[in-house]
DNA sequence: ATTTTCGTGATACGAACGTATCACAATGAT
DNA sequence: ATCATTGTGATACGTTCGTATCACGAAAAT
């Protein structure tokens, strides 16, 4: 049966079924033949395209970033064309969020990657680490063009406001994903926060395109239940 | 040898072992063995205290969670005699920011426990998961009894501005954990957003306790290097 | 004084894991 | 048509892990 086949694409399906594997039975759990056995193939050809287990766990990441990387850019061109900073801060954040499955499985297996990261070096070197990096200078640079196009509340630094809104989604994230949170209330609680550096839209001219003010909801499902009729 | 020997202070001990091996070479990767000889004592002794490897593990999450409940109580306590509650709120998110060994450590196990806890239902029912609401239920009080006396910016919402502070902070911990941000970083983000959320102090009468008011030191250190000189 | 219980060490066991070896079929090159 | 290369399966090896067993010394109970 041995027909040329793309290692590429067979590298990517054995990711897959690695992330798959890990989601269900946690990272530090998952062995070569689980990851085999997700994949529908013989331990041997996990072994074949991956030499190591730590090679195949370094690409797993990588993989995994790879799609996070697409979500969130999926979530912007969602926004709509030519979206607002706030826009596309909030699908930027909220893409992070533990709201389904998938995004579950994202903050899963990132917060499990990230704590081996603090005894492997070779998982600190890796640059996983630094794209939080990337995200706050991005978000610092839409905030810093909102400020001067006056749509944020006097006052802001947005600087420390990038880094307070990244940490806020990521500190989030882990509350749902323990079961501490909803996903509603993390929602909420992100929004209330945004509400808290953008003005307030004015009430004038052609209607606003974001925010539609959910300000008091926030409050209500700030503790508590899902926003799921 | 064999006197009478103290059970729970045995135990302590061992979990005290587990709990610095744990820190060394991750949770993952800590054993039974490790655990004995980085207590000194032989793996029957652990095997003897703690039946399983399972209990062994909770018992070390509840000693880490009490030792850090000690830490928090003594960060308050160290800010004085009736401190206002910003100076309780400030000491009681900074105890969570890994700026020194111990709380390093702190950290590290308590993600590692957390991301444990999404596959591991033993680990999931256990009450740590349920510390941060106790938490968040402290902060919300300690920033409704501001708010009423007018120690809070207008607009503030004492139940999602303490939800969003604890979600912070461990954000903000996470970043430095893996190296992200510095621990003098996230203490300045940490403190702009409570001078978002705290009235600023009035130049009147008595000089105020607390807030030294680096609201700009927020800034500069907001992207970069520690506060040691 | 004897017996029972408690604490401790040495060592063994079975399972699971990552990795390595061997064999061989299918394909592409010559 | 032959040969080297590539893809795949079956299986074995050595290690490590959690746990179990056996033995024995010291204290407490009788």
């Not at 992330?19 to 994949?39: C, P, T, Y």
């Not at 389904?100 to 600190?124: G, I, K, Q």
């Not at 606003?208 to 508590?224: E, F, L, T, V």
């Amino acid at each position: 049966m041995p027909r040329r086949v793309d290692h590429a694409e067979r590298r990517a399906e054995i990711a897959e079924a690695l992330v798959r594997a890990a989601g269900r039975l946690g990272l530090h759990a998952v062995g070569m033949r689980d990851v085999a056995a997700e994949a529908g193939v013989s331990l041997r050809l996990v072994q074949y395209y991956f030499e190591s287990k730590e090679k195949l766990l370094l690409f797993g990441l990588q993989h995994l970033a790879g799609r996070f990387g697409e979500r969130v850019s999926a979530r912007i061109a969602a926004a709509g064309p030519d979206p607002g900073p706030r826009a596309v801060i909030e699908a930027l954040l909220a893409a992070a969020l533990p709201v389904d499955a998938e995004s579950r499985t994202f903050h899963h297996l990132y917060t499990a990657y990230a704590v081996l990261s603090v005894t492997d070096e070779a998982l600190a070197a890796q640059p996983f680490i630094k794209d939080p990096d990337a995200a706050e200078a991005t978000v610092t640079a839409l905030l810093r063009r909102a400020a001067g196009a006056g749509l944020l509340r006097p006052g802001t630094d947005p600087s420390a406001a990038a880094a307070g809104l990244l940490a806020l989604s990521a500190g989030l994230g882990t509350g749902v994903l323990v079961g501490q949170r909803t996903a509603g209330s993390a929602t909420a609680v992100l929004t209330y926060h945004l509400d808290r550096i953008f003005q307030p839209a004015e009430e004038s001219g052609r209607p606003r395109r974001s925010a539609p003010a959910h300000a008091d909801a926030a409050q209500a499902a700030s503790r508590g239940d899902t926003a799921t009729p």
